[in-house]
């Protein structure tokens, strides 16, 4: 270490020094010390990391500038309080977005979770009775009377759906699946990998890209316990195909005491055909092919929180229901207070529509979304800056959530441009602010799609803009 180093290294203020400094600065004053005393190590770090890199953190600055050192303290120990989980507005144009927490919950349901939140409920305790209840009867009435089926459990998540339904009705036997349908998910959960740690043995059949019903009827031996369908929800294989209708499967295994199941992925209790979106299989329509277990989300196209939800035969969802692994697997009373109000709303299919909020931006016409686009851009052309750039574009919106992959809904976003920064530095900006905007890019142009985008929420987007403009010279 050359002497220069070394003398510019001593200049560095001692931890001490630096709390000394910010005295009785309000931001380190409203935190605990050791949240304090972590950030001015943390910011005296990385100026000595700066320093033997031979330049300085902060642009060129001076070991000396303790004003800068302070500022950088006071920023760490501000973003150490905040919450690490944040609300952002998607401006992505994906509804079901996975990474930005799927599926935004209707405002009934949310008064809902705050009030069992907030005090003791009856989560175990048959009110009726005066004795502890089970917790699934806040929701199992309302999932068959959604889904005609006979029975209904809940879990933490729809993979755990299938590995719980899967252990108990197929452990140490064979369980037939197409291998068209051996789907991979978000996070590597594979069907062949759930069979392993279920203790199901898996029996491949058919091609990729045909399956036929003989083909099941020819591996189906004396230790087959379970006909599997995968909905291909997150994927689609087009051109020269065949697959096997639920239905027809139900019939192969009749009076051969083997169970069918359909493992729907982002299951959906509507048909959302008649809003232009192409046409899914519901979950009322594969209970109604005499499916003993249907398994499907509770936090894509259904709208509610995150949960695996579990559908069918009460012969076959009670052997479920005493599995051990269930209890590792369940809910916990805020989920089921999001998913009762989420399906009381789908008593009435209208009122399901206007009111969650993913089925509102799913079934949004273009011309209304092209209304919202058009307010959002007057909203920002109002800053008054020549700097700014704002244009409205025809866009495609995406179902997202591993739901409807080729489907494009057609939308309209707002493109954003601030002389002298790039998209990519325009998206970066935007990410930083108090509320993140996260947006995406498209021809080198930074854009807020409107399909996901709510009225509220337009103020923090111009915000967002204004802010950039005032930081840019």
């Given amino acids: 270490m050359d002497e220069d180093l070394q003398a510019s290294l001593r200049q560095l203020p001692a931890v001490e020094r630096v709390l000394q400094l910010l005295g009785d600065d309000p931001i380190a004053r409203g935190a605990p010390r050791s949240v304090v005393v972590e950030a001015v190590r943390a910011c005296l770090g990385e100026w000595r990391q700066g320093i033997r ?8 600055e001076q070991p000396g500038s303790m004003d800068r050192l302070l500022e950088r303290v006071r920023g760490r120990i501000a973003a150490s309080m905040g919450p690490n989980l944040r609300p952002v507005v998607n401006g992505t144009g994906v509804v079901v977005h996975t990474n930005l927490g799927r599926s935004p919950l209707a405002k009934d349901a949310c008064r809902h979770i705050e009030q069992i939140a907030s005090g003791y409920s009856n989560l175990e305790f048959d009110l009726a009775a005066g004795k502890r209840g089970s917790r699934y009867n806040a929701v199992e009435g309302l999932l068959c009377e959604l889904t005609g089926a006979e029975s209904a459990l809940v879990v933490n998540n729809n993979a755990g759906a299938v590995l719980l339904c899967l252990s108990s009705v197929a452990k140490g036997k064979e369980v037939v699946v197409s291998r068209g349908e051996l789907v991979e998910i978000g996070g590597s959960f594979r069907i062949p990998d759930v069979m392993i740690h279920s203790g199901a043995i898996l029996v491949e059949v058919g091609t990729t890209n045909r399956t ?95 949960a695996g939800i579990i559908v069918g035969k009460e012969a076959a969802v009670d052997r479920v229901k005493r599995n051990p692994i269930h209890r590792a697997l369940r809910i916990d009373k805020l989920t089921l207070a999001a998913l009762e109000w989420t399906l009381r709303l789908y008593r009435d299919p209208a009122a399901a529509v206007a009111t969650i909020p993913t089925l509102r931006m799913l ?37 997202g959530g591993g739901a409807l992959p080729l489907h494009e809904l057609p939308s309209h976003a707002v493109c954003i441009g601030v002389e002298g920064i790039t998209a990519n530095g325009m998206e970066r900006l935007m990410l930083g602010h108090a509320t993140p905007i996260v947006g995406r890019i498209e021809k080198d142009a930074f854009l807020l799609d409107a399909r996901t985008i709510r009225d509220e929420e337009f103020d923090t987007i111009v915000a967002a803009v204004a802010a950039v403009l005032a930081g840019t010279p």
Avoid at 257 to 284: C, H, N, Q, R, Y
Wanted: glycine share 12%; charged share 20%; hydrophobic share 40%.
């Fill in 53 to 60: 890199r031979q330049s300085p953190q902060g642009q060129g």
């Fill in 212 to 306: 036929h019903l003989k083909d099941y009827e020819t591996a189906i031996g004396v230790q087959t316990a379970l006909l599997l369908k995968a909905h291909t929800s997150n994927y689609s294989i087009v051109g020269f195909t065949a697959s096997v209708p639920l239905e027809q499967l139900v019939q192969l295994a009749a009076g051969r005491g083997i169970l069918v199941m359909e493992d729907l992925g982002s299951g959906s209790l509507l048909d959302l055909s008649a809003f232009g979106l192409a046409k899914e299989p519901t979950v009322p329509e594969a209970v109604g092919t005499g499916a003993d277990l249907v398994t499907f989300s509770g936090d894509k196209i259904l709208g509610g929180p995150q």
């Fill in 363 to 399: 079934t949004a016409r273009p011309e209304e979304v092209g209304r919202r686009a058009a307010g959002l851009a007057r909203r920002l052309l109002k800053i008054g800056d020549p700097r700014l750039t704002v244009r409205r574009e025809r866009v495609c919106s995406r179902v």
